[in-house]
């Protein structure tokens, strides 16, 4: 049976050929169903990375208790000291907390593309920020000085925002503050920030307090010890949450959303794509009528013609899938764009197309391939042989 | 039979076939007077065809004059041929050539959508046009659903529906079987007859040609004899 | 029109495959008037401050800072603002954080007077929201939703403002009333609408007494709206509070805008289906064109003229393309009330399908006229010949 498979596949895709102009009708519009779909769920993909790598189990942000983002978060002085007094905070040589004290507030920066302000978030960070953020690296300029109206961009905010360029300088609440440098931070949400120092930032807001603490622990095991210390303190009132569970939190909404989108949008396309390949299923079968009626004749058996038909819609399926895959991923592979993520504040990501992703791309073609072969190639395996003889 | 239906001059007709030139006519000159019926015969390859071609209309010589019902053809262009085909020929051919998704009522309309004529009166008058072929009970069937002669029957409806001078029938019994390829003769020897249709018929059938009154023999492109028959 | 049995006939000659076509036809045009609905409603957002006449007056520098409440007389003295209020984000949800709404406190006279004869409240409502210090106005698909009625005692958690008086974040309000937007298209953006007292508000929270969030202003005259905005913002050039002053719908255009280039995303998503079904449509064409090459030379030997036979095709094209752009925007229509229910806030327009139509006709002429063209130039004599 497999040899007649063989023999009857290689003769179908011999004269494929001549089908040229319908075949490619099932490559075309898988290609686009494929594309889409590997594009808008690598936006997906791209977006939960840049939130997802913000995090480290061992690092802990504290906020007000009930607040649910940082942007709406207040945290006194004291409630601070307290927090890094907190057992399971790691400590530097000198015996103090790594713990950042974060003021986070957006400010107006205008897009490069469209030229409108968007809001960009500026976070005032302590002076523990590069022991509790080991991944900020500089890569031009130099880091900001505290006490001063300094600051340094992410690489994403930089890419995106207009006027964030080492040595520009922003005016913000009647002062000006200087760009010196711009960071990366693992293609984390950081690098859609400013950053600079706390103190100043909380200054020029007139603000006495800060928006959230963020802690590095000695290891993820403390956090339950950390959380309990905060929790049970009658004075603190205050959430503490792994990071990765905070910024899972912050871009749940967003992420399915857009998968949504994107799965619904190629359900649809791939029922448009699907008739399409049941036509032109259809019509090779009903060209190939005598050839397989005279194939049959002479004792191939339905199931060989059956599977051969199929396979043959699997394999410009398959070829489909692959083309709208490499489209995407030529196309959009760490393209960057921004967007309005959790809290009103932009964040910066690239499209990811991860080869998960692609695999899911190909099986959908496949599965695009196999209903829109499987009709037509039951009605070939069914052919009344001696009808179709004589009909030629 | 004074005026002349059919009259043709000198014409030559040559075809490209890749490289080579094919002279199927050279300067063939033939009358057919009005209310002939004739009989066209011949080998394959003779000309017939081509022959039938240039007095229908559908071609045009590449030298040599054509003038049918009265309109000089090869001076036409296709938009003007197409006009005057749908006012003074009707055709009917071997395989009846009826549109398979349309009935025999709405087939035999076809000719009247290029008139100005109203609805109703295509509908009426593609209705006679079966009543007189003997078919009308046959209108709404669609042309897988008749027998080889009731099709050609409709065809020959369609030939006659916009009221032709001429009709030009290409082997219009080749697919049939005895009787019903009699049957339809007789209908052209009536239509001929009574109704005064011209008629040129190309045919392989001695006994189809003995329904004519005329026969013209051709061979490589030019006529052998001309006949009358009662 | 004496055309048409003939055009339709010819379309479903091949039943199947025509279905197939049209079909997927349908497909892109379901999709094509999803996202169009879609972009049109991002591209014409809604603020819920609807009106040429309406400014909105913010922080220059960031949403988040706050402006002081004394603004409001300054910009009130400005020539041409008829009324100005005040109002502040109020970052509040009921029970669960995805029981988002939308409670703003404002100050009753004022607010009432810009928005003037915008909301449709009971009369006896209005006096008894105006004599409840903790009362609270809730838009009539919000009470359902959450199954209030008046005169209930609902607690709302606010992400933001703490109590003065034991720094909790969950305030309580009476019930007194329900509104509604005058306006229908308002409807959806403001579903998720409470209104409070600015007065109860300040008192009760713990920190930023007298600032607000930003300010809305009436102006007497819409067409001078450009030089008001500037002269208010002129106000506080120098202050540390600048402000950024701009139509309503401005701004709600610039805030849209911050989602990204939605209408880049939806297009080239639609530009992959177009291009896919150029494809197929074209081919079924091209495919149907050249099975009846008999059939089209059998009707110019009837007397179809050349262009005649090429407007047959053209008019088949038409008609397939335009019968599956109908039926595919109609079920677009038809998941508008889904799409609005998912797309929160937006206000979705069926004005929005009508491209579709002119799409439908270029995708009809594009994909029919190499086949048509194809049918005119055929030769009868050769096509005749073909069948013997």
């Known amino acids: 049976m497999l040899r007649q498979l063989t023999a009857l596949l290689s003769m179908s895709l011999q004269t494929l050929p001549q089908r040229l102009g319908s075949s490619s009708v099932i490559v075309i519009g898988i290609a686009g169903v494929v594309a889409v779909l590997v594009s808008v769920l690598a936006m997906g993909v791209g977006f939960r990375h840049t939130l997802a790598d913000a995090g480290r189990a061992d690092r802990v942000i504290i906020l007000r208790g009930g607040s649910d983002a940082e942007l709406n978060s207040n945290l006194t002085r004291n409630d601070v000291d307290t927090i890094a007094n907190a057992p399971g905070l790691a400590k530097d040589a000198a015996g103090k907390a790594l713990l950042s004290n974060e003021i986070v507030t957006v400010v107006n920066v205008p897009k490069i593309d469209t030229g409108t302000d968007a809001n960009v978030t500026l976070r005032g960070v302590g002076l523990k920020l590069t022991e509790v953020r080991p991944e900020l690296r500089i890569v031009s300029g130099r880091m900001f000085r505290p006490a001063v109206r300094e600051l340094i961009a992410g690489v994403g905010a930089a890419r995106q925002f207009r006027g964030l360029e080492p040595g520009n300088v922003l005016h913000m609440r009647n002062a000006d503050w200087t760009v010196t440098g711009v960071f990366e931070s693992n293609g984390d949400v950081h690098e859609s920030e400013l950053l600079a120092d706390a103190d100043t930032v909380g200054s020029s807001l007139e603000r006495t307090g800060y928006s959230s603490a963020i802690g590095l622990l000695t290891s993820a095991g403390a956090f339950p010890a950390f959380k309990d210390a905060l929790t049970t303190d009658p004075q603190l009132k205050v959430d503490v949450q792994p990071e990765p569970a905070y910024y899972a939190a912050q871009s749940k909404q967003l992420s399915k959303l857009i998968n949504v989108v994107g799965n619904t949008v190629a359900v649809i396309m791939a029922i448009g794509a699907m008739f399409g390949a049941l036509n032109t299923m259809y019509s090779a079968v009903a060209a190939r009528g005598l050839e397989i009626a005279t194939l049959r004749a002479i004792g191939f058996g339905a199931l060989p013609v059956l599977l051969s038909v199929m396979a043959e819609s699997l394999l410009l399926a398959l070829l489909g899938g692959v083309m709208g895959a490499s489209l995407a991923w030529l196309f959009f592979n760490g393209h960057s764009v921004s967007t309005l993520g959790g809290a009103f504040a932009q964040v910066v990501f690239k499209l990811t197309v991860t080869r998960a992703l692609i695999v899911t791309g190909v099986v959908w073609a496949c599965i695009i391939g196999v209903l829109g072969g499987f009709f037509p190639a039951l009605r070939a395996a069914r052919l009344p042989v001696a009808e179709a003889l004589r009909a030629a | ?230 | 029109m004496k055309f048409f049995p003939l055009i339709w006939a010819t379309l479903w000659r091949k039943k199947t495959r025509t279905i197939f076509t049209l079909l997927s036809i349908v497909v892109a045009f379901l999709l094509f008037g999803v996202l169009e609905t879609i972009d049109y409603a991002f591209a014409h957002p809604s603020s819920g401050v609807t009106g040429a006449d309406k400014l909105i007056t913010t922080n220059k520098y960031s949403i988040t800072l706050l402006l002081p409440y004394s603004d409001a007389a300054e910009i009130h003295a400005v020539p041409g603002v008829a009324e100005v209020t005040w109002i502040t984000w109020f970052g509040a949800y009921y029970q669960e954080s995805k029981n988002f709404v939308f409670a703003l406190p404002i100050d009753t006279d004022s607010y009432f007077n810009v928005h003037k004869d915008e909301f449709i409240v009971p009369e006896n409502q209005m006096r008894a929201f105006r004599g409840t210090r903790t009362g609270a106005l809730v838009n009539s698909a919000l009470l359902k939703k959450h199954g209030w009625k008046v005169g209930d005692k609902v607690p709302l958690h606010s992400t933001i403002w703490t109590q003065k008086a034991d720094g909790s974040l969950d305030w309580t309000f009476d019930i007194v009333g329900t509104f509604d937007a005058r306006d229908p298209t308002q409807a959806s953006a403001q579903a998720q609408t409470v209104l409070f007292h600015y007065e109860m508000f300040d008192e009760g929270r713990s920190f930023g007494k007298g600032e607000v969030g930003w300010f809305e202003e009436r102006v007497t005259d819409p067409s001078k709206a450009a030089d008001i905005a500037a002269r208010i913002d002129a106000l506080f050039a120098n202050s540390p509070n600048e402000t950024k002053t701009q139509p309503a719908n401005d701004f709600a255009l610039s805030f849209i805008k911050q989602f990204g280039d939605i209408g880049f995303v939806l297009r080239a998503i639609l530009g992959a289906v177009f291009f896919a079904l150029l494809f197929l449509t074209g081919n079924t064409m091209m495919q149907s064109v050249r099975e009846r090459t008999p059939e089209l030379a059998v009707l110019k030997t009837l007397g179809f003229g050349d262009g005649q036979v090429l407007e047959l095709v053209l008019a088949e094209s038409l008609l397939l393309c335009a019968l599956a752009a109908v039926i595919g925007l109609a079920l677009s229509y038809a998941t508008l009330p889904v799409i609005k229910t998912a797309l929160q806030g937006i206000e979705l327009s069926p004005s929005a399908l009508l491209p579709g139509l002119g799409v439908a006709v270029a995708l009809a002429l594009v994909v029919g006229l190499p086949p048509a063209l194809r049918a005119m130039r055929l030769n009868i004599v050769d096509a005749l010949a073909d069948k013997h």
């Open chain 2, 1 to 230: 039979m004074s005026e002349a239906i059919v009259s043709m001059r000198n014409v030559v007709k040559r075809y490209e076939r890749g490289k080579q030139t094919v002279e199927v006519l050279n300067g063939l000159s033939l009358d057919i007077p009005k209310g002939d019926f004739v009989a066209l015969m011949g080998p394959s390859g003779s000309g017939k065809t081509t022959l039938l071609n240039l007095i229908g209309g559908l071609d045009t010589p590449n030298s040599g004059e054509i003038t049918v019902a009265g309109q000089r053809l090869d001076r036409l262009g296709s938009g003007a041929l197409a006009r005057w085909r749908s006012n003074h020929v009707g055709f009917v051919f071997q395989f009846y050539n009826l549109m398979p998704m349309l009935n025999a009522e709405r087939n035999v309309e076809l000719p009247l959508l290029l008139t100005h004529l109203s609805g109703s009166k295509r509908k009426a008058n593609a209705l006679a046009a079966l009543t007189l072929v003997g078919i009308a009970d046959r209108a709404k069937h669609k042309p897988a659903e008749l027998s080889g002669g009731q099709a050609q029957r409709v065809a020959i409806a369609r030939a006659l529906v916009a009221d032709p001078t001429l009709l030009i029938c290409d082997e219009p019994t080749g697919d049939l079987d005895r009787k019903s390829a009699d049957e339809v003769l007789h209908l052209l020897q009536i239509l001929n007859r009574d109704h005064g249709k011209s008629i040129v018929m190309v045919t392989h059938d001695p006994k189809a040609a003995e329904f004519a009154r005329r026969q013209l023999h051709m061979d490589k492109g030019a006529l052998l004899e001309a006949g009358t028959l009662a």
